[in-house]
């Protein structure tokens, strides 16, 4: 038997996703790939049906992973729960609102935006008034914005939502697993993530949850599904075990439950606070190398830090010489924020003193260099 | 670092798929995960597309892996290709062919089917007489039919659909890798597999092509593509670097990259004639058993092989026997099949004598019991 070829580098991923993955999720992707019949298979897809729940602060019984990235899990919210015809609200504050804008425009609903600048969330008050005004089906928000770094408080949401008997789905692809998100105590109808990010997990599979009054309203649905790979109708059946849809992949689930099995060991709220810990130290570090943060004190996320690029450096020279030197990841800004921004990511593995100074001590000098 | 808690069994994969992997590609799937920006990611991915354009026998530029299962690859080929009110005429001998229907009517197509039983195959001139007939803009056959074991020759529908100038979608899913599907020579315009099968890595990747002249219907596409996932033009923008779409796992590529790697290694040709030798003998040897093939000698697909179930035996437990006592995965049948016939696959790292030697003892084993 012939060993492996493939020799990637190895890189020390401090970007926004995918990052840093444990050895022992390695380890787990490569244990042997069983059936999607098999009892074993089933057996897993529980456990990971339970930890998911756990991360998500949710009882809901609908709660699984879907088989494709983060986006596969966006599509699946809006082309269930969005109709034609009806009026889709979104708070849109960066990159990921517009491409839920996207998705709702291609269901066909009419959908209404209240608009702010990259890099800021929005009040109760402002959430409130919108809603009233435009009495939406469904309202949808980005609980961590990937694309800016800023943090939305979900309440501020999801109680004028609830007042006008709104569902809300939440887009929880950067908070997942390195944040509470809270799903029930917050309100929050749907909410899908990643595995990459604060699952630390490789990237392939989308954890998926929604609330028993979101299926209610499923199944009141009036339109046919065009799409059919994430029919959610579907995908109960499959993950209850009632009828075959798709191959699902043993080893991927294999490494998310080994990542979130990890998460369970440590304990969320003790893993939620050393994200914080980690972030303030990190904030700190880089305003003492002069740096200012894009996004405003209280509403940053803490695995993803966005410092400002300072007046007259190249963002992409920084972010490659980082690369070449020291083998870092990170990213820059795009969009409003192209060459304004550095997207930091400071999470799982790496969210720990020692990293935190060896990214300051790389970042110096490359901001030197 | 603690390791891996996950302890799966070992299986001998011998349904039809997932199947076994080699331990190459098991070790491939742990190495060091790299962002989808990272200069690796692109090389690797370039190798992936080359190799893929190798066992699809095609020199289409449109060729990558889709970030789902074999079932996302079916929907990209329905959905981007078969618009709203036109007609789409489907080969229809099998499950996947009612999949395909149904993702036909999904996107508002008149699907019109030319109907045969359940591990039969359609002549040149059954197909000429059906597509003159009806004159579809697209249709759709199976290569190899999971559900029944039949493979159809690609030439009996395409060089009729040629004349009427329909476009061609061909189910590679169990054949691609294990069977010669020569896309190009064989006049197919689209084609989709999954990572499962034929090419045995574990699932996760949909393999993906398709010809200059589909994408020149494509750009002349008149209805809007309600799917964003799956929407090629978008798909193609994103493989060919120019914009983020999602974000693809470097840990499944990694493995689809290795197993590729493999069957390069040991030549195409070689692995095509290994499959049919392997095959020959293990139907010798259900002969010998006194089981009855039943799919028609010169149909058969040489990595799933469906002999019926003896009268009087009850396939569930032949196959728990299996299970329990040897490892062994078979499935059972399933529609007008169940209970009517047995799925054995033999392929990738199986299939070879010893391997068939100890099937064959088990299954007589089993079948006695």
Same mark, same amino acid.
């Given at each position: 038997m012939s060993a492996a070829s493939i020799q990637p580098p190895k890189r020390l991923l401090f970007g926004p996703g995918p990052t840093q993955v444990e050895a022992r999720v390695y380890e787990a992707l490569g244990k042997p790939v069983v059936g999607h019949l098999d009892p074993y298979y089933f057996e897993v897809m529980g456990e990971v049906r339970r930890l998911l729940?756990? /991360? =998500? *602060?949710?009882?809901?019984?609908?709660?699984?992973?879907? &088989?494709?990235?983060?986006?596969? *899990?966006?599509?699946?919210a809006v082309a269930n729960f969005v109709e034609p015809g009806s009026?889709?609200? /979104?708070?849109?504050?960066?990159? =990921?609102?517009?491409?839920?804008?996207?998705?709702?425009?291609?269901q066909g609903a009419q959908v209404v935006r209240l608009e702010k600048p990259w890099g800021e969330t929005f009040t109760a008050d402002e959430a409130a008034e919108f809603l009233r005004r435009e009495r939406p089906q469904v309202?949808? =928000?980005?609980h961590a914005e990937t694309s800016t770094g800023a943090l939305q408080d979900p309440k501020a949401i999801t109680s004028a939502a609830r007042e006008i008997d709104a569902l809300v789905i939440a887009d929880t692809v950067t908070s997942l697993g390195a944040n509470a998100v809270n799903i029930d105590e917050n309100g929050i109808d749907i909410a899908y993530s990643c595995s990459q990010k604060g699952l630390s997990c490789p990237p392939g599979l989308a954890p998926f949850t929604a609330s028993a009054r979101a299926l209610e309203r499923l199944a009141r649905r009036q339109s046919p599904m065009v799409e059919w790979y994430l029919d959610l109708r579907l995908l109960l059946d499959y993950y209850d075990g009632k009828k075959y849809h798709h191959t699902a992949s043993s080893s991927i689930l294999y490494g998310l439950r080994e990542s979130l099995k990890s998460i369970e060991e440590e304990g969320l709220p003790n893993r939620v606070e050393r994200h914080i810990e980690n972030h303030l130290a990190l904030v700190l570090g880089l305003e003492a190398l002069g740096l200012t943060m894009h996004v405003k004190e209280g509403q940053r996320i803490p695995n993803l830090n966005t410092p400002q690029v300072p007046a007259g450096v190249d963002d992409a020279k920084v972010r490659k010489y980082l690369l070449d030197r020291h083998g870092i990841e990170i990213a820059g800004g795009f969009g409003p924020l192209a060459g304004r921004i550095f997207r930091?990511?400071?999470?799982?593995?790496? &969210?720990?003193? &020692?990293? /935190?100074?060896?990214?300051? *001590?790389?970042?110096?000098?490359?901001?030197a260099a």
């Open positions: 729940r756990h /991360v =998500f *602060g949710t009882a809901n019984e609908c709660t699984f992973p879907i &088989s494709g990235t983060g986006s596969a *899990g966006m599509e699946t009026k889709f609200a /979104v708070f849109a504050n960066g990159f =990921f609102c517009d491409r839920l804008t996207e998705m709702g425009k291609r309202a949808a =928000f980005v930091i990511g400071l999470m799982g593995p790496l &969210s720990n003193e &020692s990293c /935190v100074n060896l990214f300051l *001590g790389a970042i110096e000098e490359a901001l």
